[in-house]
C-alpha cells in the first residue's frame, strides 16, 4: 500500500481573519503549563494551552501560526519535533518564536542538534527556575518580525508538483522514503512520500539538510547502525532509518533551489552509477522547480547570507575543537562538565565521568616519531566517537588523555562503556603496533564537584595503570 506523507498542516479557509497575537503552549503538566502562561501574559499575549500534540496541530489548523511555542518534547498524541517541523512548514524561524523544554538529557541534546534546521530559539531544562524561563522568553520574542496572519502555504499546483517529484523518485530508485526541501524566499518548504504497510507519526527534519545546502555534495551514509552523524539517530521516535543519501538540487545554471533525500529502512546500496544518476535527476528536478517556482524560490543571496552565519557557526565550533581529533577540546569539557554536573544535581539523576588514557604512548612517540602517534589518536577517537549517545561528550583532556562525559549514566553503565572502548581499541592495528587504554570510571556523588569527581577518576586511572595496564577501574 503507498502512503503520501505531507510533512504540514493546510491552513484553514478562515485564515485571513486570524489577527490576534498568540502564545501556544503545548504542555501535559498543569503545573508547569500555568507558569508558562504567566510568562506569555506578562508580554501581551494571548495564551493557548493543550495537553497533547494533535490538539496543538489542531490549534495551528484553526488559529494560525502564533508568535510563541513554548513544547514539551514528550507529549501524547505527537512529539514535541513533530510539532515544531509542522510549524515551520507555515511560518518561519523570523516570525514564530520556538521555545523546547525537556526532563531528558539526550531529548535535549537531540533538540539542541536541531536548532538550525528547526528553528529552535532556545533548548531548556523542564523545571528550570521561572527567572530562567521568563528570560528565554523575552529574548525569543525580541527577535520576532512578525505581521499576525501572513503565513504562506503551498497552492494546489505547487503541492501537486512536489508530490509527483517525490513519488517518482521513490518508484525510480525503490526506496521506502523520499524526503524533498525547496528552498523559498521566506521558509523552507519540505513534502516526502513514504511507501510502507504501516505508517506511524511524521517523518522528522534533520541537519543533514543543512549539511548538503552548505557543500553543494551529496551526503552518503550506507548504514547509520555504525555511528551516528548530523544529529540523525538510527532510532527514531516513529522510524528507523538504516541509510540514507542527500544530494543538493542545483540547476543547469548552478541555482542552488534546495536538497533530495532517500531513506531505507535496511543497509542503502548504492552504485556510483547510480548515485550519477541520481544526481542527474536532481538536476532535472531544479530546472522544473525553478521554471515553475520561479517568483517564490529563494534568491542566491538569500543562500550565501545562510552560508556566512554558518561560517560564523563553524568558527565558533572550532574554537572548542581539538583539531587533529575532532573531538572536544579542553576548554569545552570544562564548560560541559560543569554544567552537566549542574542539571545532574537539579534533575536528580546520574552522571558518570570515564577518564582514559592510553598506554605507553610516550614510547610510540619516541620511537617512531609523532606522525605516527597523531594518526594512532585520530582513530582512537573514531573509536570513541562512534560510541557515542546524543547526550554524551568525549573530549581530548591532554596530550594522549581523553575524558567521556556520560550523563544518566551510572557508574555501572560507564564502566561498561569504558569497557567496550578498550577492547575496540585493542583490536587497532598500526605500523608500530597494538595500541591499549587504561581507564578510571566514577559517577558523581550528589553534592560533590566536577574538580573533586574528576581527582576520583584520575585516581582509578592510576589504580588500572599499576595494576599492570589495558584495564578499567571504576568505583564500587
Known amino acids: 500500500m503507498v502512503h503520501g506523507l505531507h510533512l504540514g498542516s493546510s491552513p484553514h479557509p478562515g485564515a ?83 521555545l523546547v523544554f525537556s526532563a531528558f538529557a539526550a531529548l535535549r541534546a537531540a533538540a539542541s542538534n536541531l536548532r538550525g534546521s528547526l528553528g529552535i530559539s532556545d533548548v531548556g531544562e523542564k523545571n528550570a527556575p521561572v527567572e530562567t524561563i521568563q528570560k528565554s522568553v523575552a529574548r525569543a520574542l525580541a527577535g520576532l518580525n512578525r505581521k499576525p496572519g501572513d503565513e504562506k502555504t503551498p497552492t494546489r499546483n505547487q503541492e501537486a508538483l512536489f508530490r509527483k517529484m517525490v513519488v517518482r523518485v521513490s518508484k525510480a530508485f525503490r526506496v521506502p522514503l523520499v524526503v524533498l526541501s525547496v528552498e523559498m524566499r521566506e521558509q523552507r518548504r519540505t513534502i516526502a512520500h513514504m511507501d510502507i504497510h504501516e505508517m506511524r507519526g511524521s517523518a522528522q527534519s534533520w541537519p543533514v539538510i543543512q549539511q548538503v545546502i552548505n557543500t553543494r555534495q551529496p551526503l552518503i551514509m550506507p548504514d547509520l547502525t555504525k555511528h551516528s552523524v548530523f544529529g540523525l539517530e538510527t532510532d527514531l521516535p516513529t522510524l528507523r532509518i538504516r541509510g540514507f543519501v542527500t544530494v543538493p538540487l542545483v540547476t543547469s545554471g548552478e541555482r542552488l533551489v534546495g536538497v533530495l533525500s532517500l531513506f531505507e529502512f535496511k543497509a542503502l546500496s548504492l552504485t556510483p552509477a547510480q548515485l550519477d544518476l541520481l ?15 520561479e517568483t517564490e524560490l529563494a534568491e542566491e543571496p538569500l543562500i550565501e547570507q545562510m552560508s556566512a552565519n ?14 587533529l581529533t575532532g573531538l572536544s577540546n579542553r576548554h569545552a569539557g570544562e564548560r560541559a562538565l560543569e554544567r552537566d ?16 588514557d592510553l598506554d605507553n ?10 606522525a605516527v602517534g597523531d594518526e594512532i589518536l585520530r582513530q582512537v577517537s573514531q573509536v570513541l566517537a562512534s560510541m557515542f549517545r546524543a547526550s554524551d561528550l568525549a573530549v581530548r583532556w591532554g596530550g ?57 577518576a584520575d585516581a582509578q586511572l592510576y589504580e588500572a595503570k599499576r595494576a599492570g595496564r589495558n584495564r578499567v577501574k571504576g568505583t564500587p
Open 310 to 323: 554558518v561560517k560564523w557557526a563553524q568558527l565558533a565550533r572550532l574554537a572548542l575543537t581539538d583539531r
Open 16 to 98: 485571513e481573519n486570524r489577527t490576534r497575537v498568540y502564545a501556544l503552549i503545548a504542555e501535559f503538566d498543569p503545573q508547569q503549563a500555568a507558569i508558562y502562561r504567566r510568562t506569555v501574559e506578562a508580554h501581551g499575549l494571548e495564551a493557548v494551552l493543550v495537553r497533547d500534540g494533535d490538539s496543538a496541530r489542531e490549534a495551528l489548523w484553526t488559529r494560525g501560526a502564533p508568535a510563541l511555542l513554548i513544547s514539551d518534547l514528550s507529549l501524547p498524541q505527537a512529539d514535541g519535533f513533530s510539532l515544531i517541523a509542522d510549524l515551520r512548514r507555515i511560518c518561519p524561524p523570523d516570525r514564530t518564536a520556538v
Open 400 to 456: 594522549d588523555e581523553f575524558l567521556v562525559l556520560l550523563p544518566d549514566v551510572s557508574a555501572k553503565g560507564a564502566t561498561i562503556f569504558a569497557e567496550r572502548a578498550r577492547i575496540q581499541i585493542e583490536t587497532l592495528r598500526f605500523p608500530s603496533g597494538p595500541i591499549t587504554i587504561s581507564g578510571g570510571v566514577v559517577e558523581m556523588d550528589r553534592n560533590e564537584s566536577p574538580r573533586d569527581a574528576l581527582a576520583r
Open 361 to 370: 604512548f610516550k614510547q610510540v612517540n619516541d620511537r617512531h616519531g609523532h
Open 279 to 293: 544526481l542527474s535527476a536532481a538536476q532535472k528536478i531544479a530546472d522544473e522547480l525553478e521554471r515553475e517556482l
Open 341 to 356: 554536573a549542574a542539571r545532574a544535581r537539579r534533575a536528580g539523576s546520574p552522571f558518570s565521568l570515564a577518564l582514559l
